[in-house]
């Protein structure tokens, strides 16, 4: 989701006028005089090089200012008789055009408002699309949502290969869909089946697969550093060659039509056929059914406005898609994913300012999934990295498994083997303390145990040097537990990674009352280099995300201990938008540690952290059914068969810890409530205590590292949207079945009994 | 200029004035040896699959090093030792050197060893030569090049390999059967060499492409370059000052005697080429590129005490070197740029010091690429922490005898042509210090300062 914004103009009748004049000539004058911004242009050998380059911005976005200005100068190049073809160019290394603003759709008061300004973007890239001249598009950069619509509609689209130019439709993931022609266009351009792909993903697409698809024309390499700086230099350079291509198609020297290959032609003769686009509907449709439990509006929304404009023409479309997008961007859908959006970008910044010192070489203890995890992501981003084991044995797994990562993204050609190598390079695996001297930082992902943790503890600031930082990965353990073994409190801070460490992107810092301000910058200084999404939240047994997951296990359990199957469990949470089952949840986590965390919390925290039966999860991991790990959970794994198989072992345990189902309180829904409550509940009440510096991280937390369902926006928008008050009677009914595992904090109850006390705006 | 700039040097006037023209210090270094450069040789260098596309690449050397001993009259055993490069390895003669320098009759008591260092493995030669004469192990060494692109190993794919090498350890019918049924219409596609980096997978036809365009270098100035290389390869060829270059009697065919791709032909003919790599608006072309080449190159060195003491005269000193190198990607080719200033402020030198200047012309657009590098204040401060530019050579000494963009360029075998045409050069116009320099593949350079031998 790196930048999401798509396209709105101004209000929409001027601009519409303004553009619709075309070739009179007589509209220069005033807008001449005033002095440009954010769009100018020059002419160059009857070229018209049109630079967009927003000077409040780090992107470039469509934003009001941005729009009046295009239109304005699209209106003069027109009524200029000279200019036989344009170039559209950003002056931003790094952006074409990222989208349009978001905060105008959200000053929206009604769908119709928001189709409103729809149809007027869309009627301004029709009439580019219809240009007498035709329209380069030069891309360096992001070019997404209405940017990609915005190029889509030139007559020709050149893309530099940089690394940084990504072409893609991201709006499904803000709950929304590509307003501006986009439903209309792109499966004409790309085909059918690429188009939902795009659409339905909003994956980002690099230049050359852009060119393969024939999503642009042509491809410019980027260029080293030469009389200027590279990026300055390959800008330039990019323009040169799109003016060249837009002579070349004033003079039909160059064709926007490439020849079709045989499996085109054959391709475009299958989608011809009515019955079978029919059954590409309905297969992407099931397909997305099944996928988002019908819990995501947008993607349907996608597919009716991509049928509707192919089966009945151009004009219905264009009017399905600003209607739909109206619909969508009214829901609460779409407003819970644009919130996670902007927290995300909120979570992507050091609110701790500079650190004192930049961490420049890093240690790792213990080279288990996490450790190995941490290191990946640390050398990737070319900080020097040492894993350290204490056994050879442990070592080498720890070292495999960072190459295997990195290796991986060779196959998928993200990486080249040489940057690969490279990468390794900075990592050194051993099995002594060498180099710690020189360390700033050290990261320990040793065995959650306090003892063991005090040991490493006691060892490392023996050998590392004063300003060196120790940061501890534990799930649950109390920070300032572990930091009474130190001698250096104030150097000391959680940082608690999730499995898998390269593919999760949240990290939880955790701070003690001791930790100082320039170490906690230093650790998110860290981990906004690894590419994380980061919480700062207090010390507590569980801290913030490990808390609100544990009464959620625990109401698992006793849900599987008053008979329903894990399967029917999963299926339940995953209808509630949960990507993961909270059966397969827990043996994602493992069974072990659960019954640890569940044990250790249980303690802190008393009966409010009862439910389930912790001896359930100790008799499992007894058994050795530690979950995926050891390849027997509440599942069997390994089996080839896609199906997954109820582990009878755990079943049989289950059954022996046989609870009644109190039938007021277990019906399908009652369940899901059960589990989702008591997650925000506790979520709640970690903002009510400070855990939590607010409701944003509580979000971000939540959906990033626990999977809370993303259409909900996190626990906090939840309960906005669902309002408090609802989920107090809800909490009220079930608690008086099982107790005080479902009181509602003081917090939540103010929210309920005042409508208007919301957690975001 | 380059006209009266001949005729001049055969004016016996001017030959005297030249002789007294020496009012720059000499490059000796008390404590440091001199080392000279006896004479140099070199076979025709021919576009690959042509005259010599049925030999190898020792055949190729062999005549070289024959050539050499042919020039010098140097007794077979009186050599020390002979250091040989090549880049793309034959590898039934992966030390080819020895092979070639059996073949060319030396003792076989005379060790030889093979570098490699892309395309200024000769350079490397020659330096390893200098060095094995400076630390006093060696007084007389032969080094030399050779490439010959005819022929380069084609391999089968890792898979098929893979299963032929088990073959040879199966020990039962069955076993070899089974290995043998394993193998897959796919195993059976070949493995070509490229002339691409490995760490990058760019070819360098296109690494010199984008290095033109970040330098804003146009076709048209690439094609001038090109057709001035051409013009004056010719002219160097026509006038007899080609003198390096030795008969050549290929076996089953006809004596060589001549380069035989120098092509002088008409911006026009030029503008109508395709670009070759960066396609369609790219702008390094066949005809601005150096082509593919068979050849092979030999030098003589020796300590200046040894020289003299058989009798020879020797062309000229072999003086500082140095050997950079920096990003294989976006700077593959900029090797001249970064080590010119660097041999010049070894030897205590200046660019307007240097009479004669001999770069490798890998691509038009990679020379012009260096000379505005070189030009460039802001690219000396910001690339290579030096306070100034070093300047870019005038063109009235530059390459003008043409360069690897028309006399030919096989890989291993240019540095030597280089350093021998410097030699040359001097001779004949008057000059005391020459410039070598070179790019090479990997992101390597090289640089060389030569001191013309007193008269």
């Not at chain 2, 200029?1 to 720059?24: G, V």
């Not at chain 2, 006896?38 to 260098?45: E, K, L, Y």
Request: with cysteine; hydrophobic share 40%.
């Amino acid at each position: 989701m790196a930048s999401v914004r798509l396209l709105v103009t101004r209000s929409g009748c001027t601009a519409l006028k303004a553009i619709t004049g075309h070739g009179q000539r007589s509209l220069s004058v005033s807008s001449a005089v005033l002095a440009r911004t954010h769009v100018s242009y020059e002419v160059k050998d009857n070229v018209a090089v049109v630079r967009i380059n927003d000077p409040t911005s780090k992107v470039n976005t469509l934003g009001r200012h941005m729009q009046a200005e295009l239109v304005e100068v699209i209106n003069e190049i027109w009524g200029n008789s000279a200019v036989k073809s344009a170039v559209l160019i950003s002056s931003k290394p790094g952006s074409f055009i990222a989208g349009a603003d978001l905060n105008m759709f959200q000053a929206c008061k009604t769908a119709e408002e928001v189709s409103y300004l729809l149809q007027a973007g869309q009627k301004m890239f029709e009439q580019i699309e219809k240009s007498p001249i035709p329209f380069v598009a030069a891309i360096n950069g992001s070019c997404l949502g209405g940017g990609l619509e915005f190029a889509i509609a030139c007559q020709y689209r050149i893309a530099t290969k940089s690394k940084k130019t990504i072409l893609g439709t991201p709006e499904v993931m803000l709950g929304l869909l590509p307003g501006a022609g986009g439903t209309q266009r792109l499966p004409k351009m790309v085909g059918l089946p690429a188009a939902f792909d795009m659409m339905l993903t909003g994956r980002n697409i690099k230049a050359d697969k852009a060119k393969k698809m024939g999503l642009v024309h042509q491809l410019v390499e980027p260029l080293g550093p030469g009389l200027k700086s590279a990026e300055e230099r390959t800008i330039e350079y990019l323009e040169e060659v799109a003016v060249d291509f837009a002579k070349g198609l004033t003079g039909k020297k160059v064709t926007v039509e490439k020849k079709k290959g045989l499996m085109q032609k054959v391709q475009d003769f299958v989608m011809g056929l009515p019955p079978v686009r029919k059954q590409i509907y309905k297969t992407v449709h099931n397909k997305v059914m099944k996928q988002s439990k019908g819990l995501y509006p947008a993607p349907l929304k996608i597919i009716e406005c991509v049928q509707t404009g192919i089966e009945k023409g151009n004009a219905a479309g264009y009017l399905s898609e600003s209607e739909n997008f109206g619909k969508l961007a009214m829901t609460s859908v779409s407003r819970a994913l644009i919130g996670l959006f902007y927290g995300q970008v909120a979570c992507k910044k050091n609110h701790f300012g500079q650190p004192e010192r930049e961490v420049k070489k890093l240690a790792v203890l213990g080279a288990g999934l996490m450790g190995a995890g941490i290191a990946q992501v640390t050398i990737d981003k070319g900080v020097a990295t040492i894993l350290k084991d204490t056994t050879e044995e442990g070592l080498a797994r720890g070292q495999q498994q960072v190459y295997k990562g990195l290796n991986d993204k060779t196959k998928k050609k993200s990486l080249t083997t040489f940057e690969r190598d490279r990468i390794m390079s900075l990592l050194s695996g051993q099995l002594d303390y060498r180099g710690f001297e020189n360390a700033d930082m050290v990261i320990e992902a040793v065995f959650e145990d306090l003892s063991i943790k005090h040991k490493v503890v006691k060892e490392v600031e023996a050998v590392i040097p004063p300003h060196c930082i120790f940061a501890t990965n534990t799930s649950a353990l109390p920070i300032k537990d572990i930091a009474a073994a130190s001698k250096r409190p104030e150097k000391l801070i959680g940082m608690h990674y999730f499995s898998p460490v390269d593919k999760m992107q949240l990290l939880e810092i955790i701070t003690t009352s001791k930790t100082s301000k320039d170490t906690t910058a230093s650790a998110v200084a860290v981990g906004l280099k690894q590419g994380k999404v980061i919480i700062v939240v207090g010390d507590g047994p569980g801290f913030y995300t490990t808390r609100c997951l544990a009464p959620m296990l625990a109401e698992a359990v006793r849900a599987l201990q008053e008979g329903v199957g894990p399967k029917k469990l999963d299926s339940l949470t995953t209808g509630f938008g949960f990507p993961v089952g909270a059966a397969t949840l827990a043996d994602e986590v493992g069974i072990d540690v659960a019954a640890h965390v569940a044990e250790d919390l249980g303690k802190a925290f008393g009966t409010r952290f009862g439910g389930g039966n912790v001896e359930v999860l100790k008799m499992m991991v007894q058994k050795g059914f530690k979950g995926r790990k050891s390849g027997k959970g509440c599942y069997v794994y390994g089996a080839k068969s896609k199906e997954k198989k109820v582990n009878s072992g755990a079943e049989d345990i289950l059954k022996s810890f046989k609870l009644t189902a109190p039938p007021a309180v277990s019906a399908d829904e009652d369940i899901q409530y059960r589990l989702v409550s008591r997650f925000v509940n506790e979520a709640v009440l970690c903002l009510q205590e400070g855990i939590l510096p607010d409701p944003v991280q509580g979000d971000i937390g939540a959906v990033f590292g626990l999977g809370f369902p993303p259409c909900l926006g996190g626990p906090f928008r939840f309960v906005d949207s669902y309002g408090a008050d609802k989920l107090v009677q809800k909490m009220k009914h079930f608690e008086e079945a099982y107790g005080n595992q479902f009181t509602p904090c003081q917090l939540l109850l103010d929210h309920a009994k005042d409508s208007s006390k919301r957690f975001h705006k | 200029y380059y006209t009266t700039l001949t005729s001049l040097c055969d004016n016996s006037t001017f030959r005297w004035t030249i002789k007294h023209s020496f009012s720059k210090k000499t490059l000796a270094k008390p404590g440091v040896k001199n080392i000279v450069l006896v004479d140099g040789v070199r076979t025709p260098f021919l576009q690959s699959g042509t005259t010599y596309a049925d030999l190898m690449p020792h055949d190729l050397a062999r005549a070289a090093l024959q050539g050499l001993l042919n020039r010098t009259g140097l007794p077979k055993d009186a050599v020390d030792y002979i250091v040989y490069g090549t880049v793309i390895q034959e590898v039934k003669t992966s030390n080819v050197a020895r092979e070639a320098a059996l073949g060319a009759g030396f003792s076989d008591k005379t060790p030889a060893h093979t570098v490699t260092m892309a395309c200024i493995s000769s350079n490397q030669a020659m330096t390893t030569a200098v060095g094995l004469i400076a630390a006093g192990q060696c007084d007389a060494v032969v080094a030399g090049g050779v490439e010959f692109m005819s022929d380069v190993p084609i391999r089968h794919s890792r898979k098929m390999r893979k299963t032929m090498l088990s073959l040879n350890k199966a020990k039962t019918l069955g076993a070899r059967l089974s290995l043998l049924g394993s193998i897959r219409l796919a195993h059976l596609s070949p493995e070509l060499p490229a002339v691409a980096e490995f760490s990058t997978a760019e070819t360098m036809g296109h690494s010199a492409d984008r290095l033109a365009a970040a330098f804003g270098v146009s076709r048209l100035e690439q094609d001038e370059f090109a057709l001035r290389s051409h013009t004056l390869a010719k002219k160097a060829q026509d006038g007899g000052m080609l003198s390096d270059v030795i008969s050549f009697k290929v076996p089953g065919r006809d004596i060589v005697s001549k380069d035989n791709g120098i092509r002088p032909a008409t911006m026009e003919q030029l503008a109508k080429l395709k670009p070759a790599f960066i396609k369609p608006h790219g702008t390094v072309t066949a005809a601005n590129s150096s082509f593919l080449t068979d050849g092979a190159s030999a030098v003589l060195i020796m300590s200046e005490e040894k020289a003299l003491a058989m009798g020879y005269k020797p062309k000229a000193y072999l003086r500082d070197f140095v050997y950079v190198s920096q990003d294989p990607k976006d700077q593959l080719l900029l090797g001249p740029t970064y080590a010119t200033p660097k041999v010049l402020e070894k030897s205590g030198l200046t660019l307007n010091d240097i009479d004669v200047f001999e770069f490798h012309e890998a691509f038009a657009g990679q020379i012009m690429a260096n000379l505005k590098a070189m030009e460039s204040d802001w690219f000396a401060q910001t690339y290579m922490g030096r306070k100034t530019k070093v300047g870019a050579p005038p063109m009235e000494k530059f390459n003008t005898w043409g360069g690897s963009l028309s006399l030919g360029h096989p890989f291993a075998a240019t540095g030597c042509r280089l350093v021998t045409t410097v030699a040359h050069r001097l001779q004949k116009e008057g000059g005391q210090y020459g410039l070598v320099a070179a790019c090479a593949a990997g992101g390597q350079g090289h640089a060389m300062v030569i001191e013309a031998y007193p008269q």
